[in-house]
Every structure is written in structure tokens, then in C-alpha cells.
């Protein structure tokens, strides 16, 4: 038996994910049942990818907790019913597991990792795989107190040792600085690529540059946490030529408070300026299949730790990415080959652009090449292809795997 759990999402978030890795751990064990456990309203929404019923795949659910957060009693409220909730669910699951049976945890509340590692002691013959996020940052990048506490409950779970206990980083790059400062060691830890792909992944569009205007757009939530401010200084370096109307700078996305200042006419943003109004997940994909280039923002230290689903976002619908020079974007450009723009700054990123415009035919044939390698870089991003770099890593770590069909 295999149970996965996802103990920290209550509704629609990470929806696809925690239905890749339910397919990919079936792809593994092909004849073993998993049970997925998460919150109620979640868990439906995970059903309901499965159209068509998988007698091996069942499904159970934990109640939503439903408390305002208004005041600081609530608050202080609501994570003493979140650590008593995962407790409850830990324990039931390793209860009814016998030897050879694995627990997946895809995602728990961060004092609860603690807490997972000390449950998990008593059972030692149970395999246990824990997913771990992008807030694993927070060991080396806090900026606030409440990542500071988060980055100590991941330093305390890294420290506590458990047999048949094992970490799945969701970027290679996580996995590798994890290993060199020392935090896991090889004999406990794997990583994997989990983009947010629906099952489609084929594009018909035309490989070419427009002859008339460029929309170069800043995909995923905008705020200064992303250094999108940045894209309004980059505007007023372009103002002539998005006056001109040969450019269009947009943000596809919701806009975060932060950013409310910097508001711009220059930059177009599909809410009329809204902040916290998300676009419908059509429009969304919408407006980035229109882009010609995706551009980032991140600095040097920024997301190396997490998956972007913006990143993948960009990367499903084969947009070449303009960014600046960062440790993850420089990882995977070494890796995938030449997907986008490594920049230095703003003023090379406005060179670029203004090169992008003037020099249309050469950049044409760049703009070709950055695609096929996307194109190359989805096609290791499928369902089969993770199930069976996961069960051969997982072997490597001396985890038995079945042969799959």
C-alpha cells in the first residue's frame, strides 16, 4: 500500500501537483493501491482529475478547518488545530501501515516536519518520502522573522535522523546546495522536476518574431518579493518605443499590494490596475500564449530553493525567457541549453529589448533555436519520464522498486 498525504493545502492550490505525483508513484508501483489523503475540499478537486476510476487509486479526506483568522487568538487558534489535525493524521496513517508499505508526504505544515521525523522513528520499516518545498529557502535566505522559525523547523528535520526516511527536492539545484553545506546526505535525498503540465503539451504556433509588435510579459503574481518593480523602471528605459507601439510590456497576473505604487499605464496588467484581483485561469493562459518572451526578475539568491510555477507556466507555452542572471536560471540554462537571455542588469535587459527590434532577422533565428531547446526541455518534463528517473534514483538509495509495465 502506498499512502500519499497532503496535509497543508485546503482548497484549489497544488491541485496538478499532488495529481502528477499520485500518477507518478502509480507509474512506480503498478500494482500497488494508493490511498490519497489531504483536506476535504482538495481532495475532491484531486478526485476529479481521475475521470476515469483507477481501482487502485481510493480516496480519503481529512475536514477543512474553517476559522477566521481576524484577530491574533484566531490565528493562534488555527495553528493549534493544523498541528493537532496533521498529528492525528500521522499516526492513523503509520498505524495502519505494515512492512514494505510507503507514506508520501507531498506537503505539511513547517512545525509538523518536525513532528513527521519523530512519528516516523517509531516505525522504521515503513519507507517514507517527504516532498520538500521552496520554503526550504528559508535555511539560508530569511528575510523575516516568520521565515526564520520556518528555516529552524527545517534545520531541526534535517538534523533528526530516521531510518527508511528520505527527502524529494523539486529542483536539482535544491538537492545539490542541500548536499554541499551539508543539511541531508546522498544515502537520503532525491529530486525530481515537478512542473504543473496539464496532459497536453503540443503547440502548433508559428516560430517567428511579429514584423509589428513585441509583447514581452512578466508571467505569474507581481510584486517587489519578485523584484517586479524592476519591470516599471525597464518601462520608462523603453517609453519611446511602447509609445511608438512597436513594444508592449504586460504583467499576467495577480497584483500584490506591493506593487501598488509602482503602477504604471506604461505596462499593461488586465485588471485595470486591481490589486489582489486574479485573472480566470483562461485568460491567464491566454494572455501568455500571446507573449513572445517571458521576462523575470529574481535576484541572485531568489528562487533557487523553489519550483516556479511561473517558470513552468512560461516553459509550457515555449516563451523564451529574458531575465536576469540568477543562480537557477544559470542552473538551468547550463542544463537545458539556450532557452532565453541571461542579463546583468536593467540596462542590458533594455539593450536587448531594443536589439530584439532593430535587428529582427538575427534575433529570428535565435528566437527558433530558444524554442526547439524548450520544446527538447518539456520533453523530459512528462509523467513517464519522472516516474522512471525517480524509481531509478530511488533504487540507487537502496529503496525496492517493482519492474513497470
Aim: with cysteine; proline share 4%.
Amino acid at each position: 500500500m502506498i499512502y500519499i498525504i497532503e496535509a497543508f493545502v485546503e482548497d484549489y492550490l497544488h491541485v496538478l501537483a499532488n495529481v502528477n505525483i499520485i500518477k507518478i508513484f502509480r507509474n512506480i508501483y503498478t500494482d500497488k493501491p494508493i490511498v490519497f489523503t489531504s483536506p476535504k475540499k482538495h481532495n475532491e478537486q484531486v478526485k476529479e482529475c481521475f475521470k476515469s476510476a483507477d481501482p487502485l487509486i481510493s480516496f480519503e479526506s481529512v475536514p477543512n478547518l474553517n476559522v477566521a483568522t481576524t484577530n491574533i487568538f484566531n490565528r493562534v487558534y488555527l495553528i493549534l488545530l493544523r498541528i493537532q489535525r496533521d498529528i492525528s493524521l500521522l499516526n492513523k496513517v503509520f498505524k495502519k501501515c505494515k512492512p514494505g508499505d510507503i507514506v508520501v508526504v507531498t506537503h505539511i505544515y513547517f512545525p509538523c516536519l518536525v513532528l513527521l521525523k519523530l512519528i516516523k522513528k517509531k516505525y522504521p520499516l515503513v519507507t517514507t518520502l517527504s516532498v520538500i518545498h521552496g520554503d526550504v529557502e528559508y535555511v539560508y535566505y530569511p528575510k523575516t522573522k516568520q521565515q526564520k522559525i520556518v528555516g529552524f523547523f527545517h534545520k531541526l528535520m534535517f538534523k533528526i535522523k530516521a531510518k527508511q526516511f528520505y527527502y524529494i527536492f523539486l529542483t536539482p539545484i535544491s538537492k545539490q546546495i542541500l548536499l554541499e553545506t551539508k543539511k541531508t546526505t546522498h544515502a537520503e535525498t532525491l529530486a525530481i522536476e515537478l512542473p504543473p503540465f496539464p496532459n497536453d503539451h503540443s503547440f502548433k504556433d508559428s516560430l517567428t518574431l511579429p514584423r509589428d509588435v513585441l509583447k514581452i510579459g512578466h508571467v505569474g503574481s507581481a510584486g517587489v518579493r519578485k523584484n517586479v518593480h524592476l519591470f516599471y523602471e525597464l518601462a520608462v528605459k523603453l517609453k519611446v518605443e511602447i509609445e511608438g507601439g512597436t513594444l508592449q510590456l504586460s504583467n499576467v497576473g495577480v497584483l500584490e499590494t506591493s506593487i501598488e505604487p509602482f503602477l504604471s499605464p506604461l505596462i499593461i496588467d488586465f485588471v485595470n490596475q486591481t490589486i489582489d484581483k486574479p485573472l480566470s485561469r483562461e485568460k491567464y493562459n491566454e494572455k501568455i500564449s500571446d507573449l513572445h518572451y517571458a521576462i523575470f526578475f529574481y535576484g541572485k539568491d531568489d528562487f533557487i530553493l523553489r519550483s516556479s510555477a511561473a517558470f513552468f507556466d512560461a516553459i509550457f507555452y515555449e516563451k523564451p525567457l529574458i531575465v536576469l542572471k540568477n543562480t537557477f536560471f544559470e542552473d538551468v540554462f547550463k542544463r537545458e541549453g539556450e532557452i532565453g537571455y541571461l542579463c546583468e542588469n536593467l540596462e542590458e535587459m533594455a539593450i536587448l529589448i531594443n536589439q530584439l527590434l532593430t535587428q529582427q532577422r538575427y534575433h529570428e533565428e535565435k528566437y527558433v533555436l530558444m524554442v526547439e531547446n524548450i520544446r527538447k526541455y518539456k520533453s523530459k518534463l512528462t509523467i513517464d519520464i519522472i516516474s522512471s528517473d525517480l524509481k531509478n534514483g530511488m533504487e540507487s538509495l537502496g529503496i525496492i522498486c517493482p519492474a513497470t509495465s
